[in-house]
């Protein structure tokens, strides 16, 4: 199954809080995700095509205090900025997926997030046909995922590891086609320091 | 059970859109729905006593062309409002339950609303822990219901009648405690004609 | 010259804050303003014809902490409940008035506000023609002063009195016409006090 | 004086409505405006050092049926978006400029915007100080500009051609310091057609 890009809240079966997120892509495989202090980014590899689509560089994660957010676009930068302004995590996810709404391309995608902002996980996702924000309380070893096609409601998913960086080789190799890139967070301390696994591409 | 109060979008088992709203209180029960042209207002009762609760009086019911809102608060004027200067029905409800909030009495009690734009029919609430806005296309014969309270997200509900009289009835008698006024409106035509039940007090 | 219901924002001569608002009326003179702790109430005088305009009766000043707004209208709620959950002043104002708008009478009356966010004075105002949400810093002795009608952009007016009292009487007598009530609340340390003059009617 | 990027709207001589956006820059001079049928791009040249600046390109034009909009950054996309979907031009550049900010660099650069809808100009710009969406009805020879720097409120600019490439260039030659690259835009008809002058660079 395809399911494009996904995002995943959770917490690890010892109850560390993380999130990941995978690049999934049919038409832009050559991408990679570029690890720095506060933030990640997606980026075409050196030998990609170029391109003038708009959805193909953004930052997939952003850190601001004690909250973490990862996107499947340029969303997550208003989002980390409005919750840095004082706007609650519901009110910077919800404000932003309405103004910015649905990749205008072919297939109207989802825009999609999914953050901890202290010891809250929440999972935001705008379609055509909706708008969700929706906080949770993730018990230990379990984890939702949404993704931009097919799966677009909260679903269950099963990782198992403990590290960012084996959290990302999980994240990467879940059985759902094309898988490009992926990135996992684990949480720690509060304001939090994100640490991040390597990306896979 | 006490759920609150209620919206319910559905079908009728002829297939026919409708709407239903039921107020259900357990501290203000002296209120009754009077029906207008293009809208329905929640109000006191005469015998009444006096408050200052600004969550007692407001329009239940509002309709412009073809789309008609039904709402436990005074949302659906700027709901209704902003579908007439041309938002989509998404657009309209997430904003308006986004700037409005749930109630800031002493539970949070979520804003909640329904509706039908066209042929797509509408549920909506905002709480302290999300938001959300969700399209869909019942069947004939199916409905679903969002409250305010324990079934705060949308729940098949089972209603049989044709006529806004009996809908309104059927809505009123549904084995949820404090029902206190009920209204029931089915939609004609495109733009709608909203003929709307009695209300029940 | 009638310029409707207004909101002032400055600093007395001593360069105390302060914050005005006038309720003028042609349609509905039968008004006060009732004063309690955090908050100040527009309402119909015991004599007053029952009418159901919505516009009637609102919370016209509310405080939180360091930020007090004065508002024409039911919108003073939402910015205040918005501030409350972090919202800087600027997002709460334009969030709220993008969302309930003008008023939906016959001369699409717009919504205004004034507000201190501890040291920072606000003038707001949406309009069929457009949005406004102003920053400004006045000096000792000056204010200004945004209207329903006419003088809907800041405009400079000049008060002289120090205490709420005097205020709210220069306020109420300013040379517009109509006047029903007024009321004025000069701020005083952080988080403020909000002593509020006698309402006038 | 240096005032950065900066948004015109006006009509020439003649009446015509017309549009123009200078890229200014003291940073970044490397870049050129590319010309498509219903938008126009900022965008690196050939010889542009890398960069990952996420303001560097972007979408300043873009139009939808009888609206035209320019603006200094990606902002263009989701007010023209939000058009296409319904929204009035108003709420599309209020919510727009509400959620996406001001840039978030060293200077807090604000969001500017400029626009038809049908026969009303627009002009917006967010700070960190406040939210400004005006309209504006211009008359023949007249035009407003809003700048990022210093002119942040509507100034009149004085132009006086009537064909968008004489335009472009009188937008580029205006006396405010570091020119990058220009356009204009000329509209007629209803659906607009948008001629866009030569990009200068």
Redesign the interface.
Same mark, same amino acid.
Do not use: F, I, M, Q
């Given at each position: 199954m395809y399911i494009g890009r996904f995002v995943i809240v959770g917490r690890t079966p010892q109850g560390q809080r993380f999130l990941a997120y995978r690049v999934s892509s049919r038409s832009f495989p050559n991408r990679r995700i570029v690890l720095s202090a506060d933030r990640a980014?997606v980026q075409p590899t050196a030998d990609a095509p170029s391109t003038?689509n708009?959805y193909i560089t953004y930052?997939c994660l952003r850190q601001h205090a004690d909250t973490v957010v990862v996107a499947n676009g &340029?969303h997550a930068?208003?989002i980390i900025?409005?919750v840095a *302004?004082?706007?609650?995590l519901?009110?910077a996810l /919800? %404000?932003?997926l @309405? *103004? @910015?709404?649905y990749e +205008?391309d072919s297939l109207s995608t989802p825009r999609i997030a999914a953050a901890w902002g202290g010891d809250v996980a929440w999972l935001a996702i705008v379609t /055509? +046909?909706? %708008? %969700?924000? &929706?906080?949770m309380q993730p018990e230990p070893g379990t984890a939702a995922l949404v993704a931009t096609y097919e799966l677009t409601s909260p679903t269950p998913v099963l990782l198992r590891a403990e590290d960012p960086g084996a959290l990302a080789r999980e994240t990467y190799y879940l059985a759902y086609e094309h898988p490009v890139a992926a990135l996992a967070s684990v949480l720690k301390g509060s304001p939090m320091s994100a640490t991040c696994g390597p990306s896979l591409d």
């Open positions: 980014t003038d708009p930052n &340029s930068d208003p900025e409005k *302004a004082g706007y609650p519901r009110d /919800a %404000l932003t @309405l *103004a @910015l709404d +205008h /055509a +046909h909706g %708008l %969700l924000v &929706s906080s």
